[in-house]
């Protein structure tokens, strides 16, 4: 992670980490990169997708400016979602895509992510140049004039083939079939519903009024509780929350209960290696997933790769593997076959595919998983790879993995922005996870590098 730059692009608070100058200054770096690479009158094409957030209208501008500035042409998408601008960056022939949003954040949050012409997420070494602009250590570059500015382009158009291509998914519809979505006041809202409804679902809709500030405001991903009700009162048969720019999807059954990413998951693979449409016959996942969902994939037959915590690291494993699927327990579920990135909506609709080919209901399928119980301590320390290497706390690791075996696993992850280790344990019950987890908190207090548990 550079500066600015972490797993999921330049994120925070709006006005504050994260300013107007900055997504000017960015807009003129790519702008001016990209412009170098094209010759004549052809100029860069750089595609731009939003949030709901009153910021992001703020950051559009801005970068529009300095895209424009540098001169490449700047096609705006509006509110969309972030798998939409990779979609139509990779098939529409763009040198990039951007996208504004601070994701499941608050509203006062916002951030700008960055992808290549194939709608993947951009390598650090191009972001870290970018660092490198910002911060005046690569000198001014080159203001256009006369007709070498760029344009700015509205380009709504791009929206409704990423619809179109959500349509193409799914064969035969949804006809008959109560679909909740909760659409966290965010990119979805204009989506969603065009998509569910077009292909036949009786679709109910909430938190899709969205005004700048209401974005995953008790709703959405992050707050699926009212979704849940929903769908027990309602007789619903899934529901399928978003976060702000829908590149996460959790579910919920027809009654009432969450499935996680883990879950789904497991739903989809299944179904794919039932198919023989699992080619590598294996899901990638990160150190977070539950212990829970190994189990059943072990006992399903299909194999696992674990990479650090962030969709990025997931796909760049799936990409060098050729694997198809893979995610986070968050709601991250990536499906090669169909998106480079996290796609909330085409979750959603594969999940409902599922259910309707299999004719069962989710929670049938759903059942293979049973999540093991799980405790998470954040612990402050002073320095985190000597904390991970005292003989101590590797002393009460080897002995919490060996009394655990087979039946549960510990954890001990650094915080990526923080001075904190995270400590976690699944077993049985959680009474044994506080056991484990305490055991090792104790043995940090002994090296002597502890601060306070968070």
Same mark, same amino acid.
């Given at each position: 992670?550079? +500066?600015?730059?972490?797993?999921?692009?330049?994120?925070?608070?709006?006005?504050?980490?994260?300013?107007?100058?900055?997504?000017? +200054?960015?807009?003129?770096?790519?702008?001016? /990169?990209?412009?170098?690479?094209?010759?004549?009158?052809?100029?860069?094409?750089?595609?731009?997708?939003?949030?709901?957030? *009153?910021? #992001?209208?703020?950051?559009? &501008?801005?970068?529009?400016?300095?895209?424009?500035?540098?001169?490449?042409?700047? /096609?705006?998408?509006?509110?969309?979602?972030?798998?939409?601008?990779?979609?139509?960056?990779?098939?529409?022939?763009?040198?990039?895509?951007?996208?504004?949003?601070?994701?499941?954040?608050?509203? /006062?949050?916002?951030?700008?992510?960055?992808?290549?012409?194939?709608?993947? *997420?951009?390598?650090?070494?191009?972001?870290?140049?970018?660092?490198?602009?910002?911060?005046?250590?690569?000198?001014?570059?080159?203001?256009?004039?006369?007709?070498?500015?760029?344009?700015?382009?509205?380009?709504?158009?791009?929206?409704? +083939?990423?619809?179109?291509?959500?349509?193409?998914?799914?064969?035969?519809?949804?006809?008959?079939?109560?679909?909740?979505?909760?659409?966290?006041?965010? #990119?979805?809202?204009?989506?969603?519903?065009?998509?569910?409804?077009?292909?036949?679902?009786?679709?109910?809709?909430?938190?899709?009024?969205?005004?700048?500030?209401?974005?995953?405001?008790?709703?959405?991903?992050?707050?699926?509780?009212?979704?849940?009700?929903?769908?027990?009162?309602?007789?619903? =048969? @899934?529901?399928?929350?978003?976060?702000?720019?829908? =590149?996460?999807?959790?579910?919920?059954?027809?009654? @009432?209960?969450?499935?996680?990413?883990?879950?789904?998951?497991?739903?989809?693979?299944?179904?794919?290696?039932? *198919?023989?449409?699992?080619?590598?016959?294996?899901?990638?996942?990160?150190?977070?997933?539950?212990?829970?969902?190994?189990?059943?994939?072990?006992?399903?037959?299909?194999?696992?790769? *674990?990479?650090?915590?962030?969709?990025?690291?997931?796909?760049?494993?799936?990409?060098?593997? =050729?694997?198809?699927?893979? @995610?986070?327990? #968050?709601?991250?579920?990536?499906?090669?076959?169909?998106?480079?990135?996290?796609?909330?909506?085409?979750?959603?609709?594969?999940?409902?595919?599922?259910?309707?080919?299999?004719?069962?209901?989710?929670?049938?399928?759903?059942?293979?998983?049973?999540?093991?119980?799980?405790?998470?301590?954040?612990?402050?320390?002073?320095?985190?790879? &000597?904390?991970?290497?005292?003989?101590?706390?590797?002393?009460?690791?080897?002995?919490?993995?060996?009394?655990?075996?087979?039946?549960?696993?510990?954890?001990?992850?650094?915080?990526?922005?923080?001075?904190?280790?995270?400590?976690?344990?699944? &077993?049985?019950?959680?009474?044994?996870?506080?056991?484990?987890?305490?055991?090792?908190?104790?043995?940090?207090?002994? #090296?002597?590098?502890?601060?306070?548990?968070?």
């Amino acid at each position: 992670m550079g +500066k600015y730059f972490g797993t999921d692009g330049f994120r925070g608070k709006a006005g504050v980490d994260l300013t107007a100058e900055h997504a000017f +200054k960015i807009g003129r770096f790519l702008g001016d /990169y990209y412009s170098k690479k094209h010759t004549g009158d052809d100029k860069a094409r750089i595609v731009i997708g939003k949030d709901t957030r *009153k910021s #992001s209208y703020m950051y559009e &501008a801005a970068l529009t400016a300095g895209l424009t500035a540098s001169g490449a042409d700047a /096609y705006l998408l509006h509110v969309t979602t972030t798998p939409c601008v990779s979609y139509i960056t990779r098939t529409e022939g763009f040198d990039c895509g951007v996208m504004i949003s601070a994701s499941h954040n608050p509203y /006062y949050d916002n951030g700008i992510k960055l992808m290549n012409g194939v709608g993947e *997420k951009m390598d650090d070494a191009l972001q870290n140049e970018i660092e490198k602009y910002i911060d005046g250590e690569l000198g001014e570059l080159e203001y256009k004039s006369e007709n070498h500015i760029g344009d700015r382009i509205d380009y709504y158009d791009g929206r409704d +083939k990423y619809i179109e291509y959500l349509k193409s998914v799914i064969e035969d519809g949804f006809k008959g079939r109560k679909v909740a979505l909760d659409c966290s006041n965010g #990119s979805a809202f204009m989506i969603g519903k065009a998509v569910f409804d077009a292909l036949g679902a009786e679709t109910s809709v909430m938190s899709n009024t969205p005004n700048g500030t209401n974005i995953n405001m008790g709703c959405g991903s992050t707050h699926i509780e009212g979704l849940q009700e929903y769908v027990k009162s309602n007789k619903v =048969d @899934g529901g399928f929350a978003f976060d702000g720019d829908a =590149d996460r999807c959790l579910a919920v059954d027809e009654l @009432g209960n969450l499935l996680n990413g883990d879950t789904i998951m497991y739903i989809i693979a299944r179904y794919l290696k039932d *198919k023989g449409e699992l080619p590598t016959n294996t899901v990638v996942t990160t150190v977070m997933s539950n212990f829970g969902l190994y189990k059943a994939f072990d006992e399903a037959g299909i194999a696992y790769e *674990k990479t650090a915590v962030g969709d990025r690291y997931v796909y760049e494993n799936m990409k060098a593997n =050729d694997h198809l699927i893979g @995610g986070e327990q #968050s709601g991250h579920v990536i499906y090669r076959k169909y998106a480079h990135t996290g796609d909330g909506l085409i979750t959603a609709l594969m999940l409902m595919k599922v259910m309707i080919e299999t004719g069962k209901p989710l929670s049938e399928l759903a059942s293979g998983v049973k999540a093991f119980p799980q405790v998470l301590k954040n612990v402050k320390v002073d320095d985190k790879d &000597a904390t991970l290497d005292d003989a101590a706390v590797k002393e009460s690791v080897k002995k919490a993995e060996e009394e655990l075996g087979d039946n549960g696993r510990v954890l001990l992850r650094k915080s990526g922005t923080e001075p904190v280790l995270r400590v976690m344990a699944e &077993a049985a019950t959680y009474e044994d996870c506080e056991k484990y987890v305490d055991s090792i908190i104790e043995a940090m207090k002994v #090296s002597g590098h502890f601060i306070e548990q968070k």
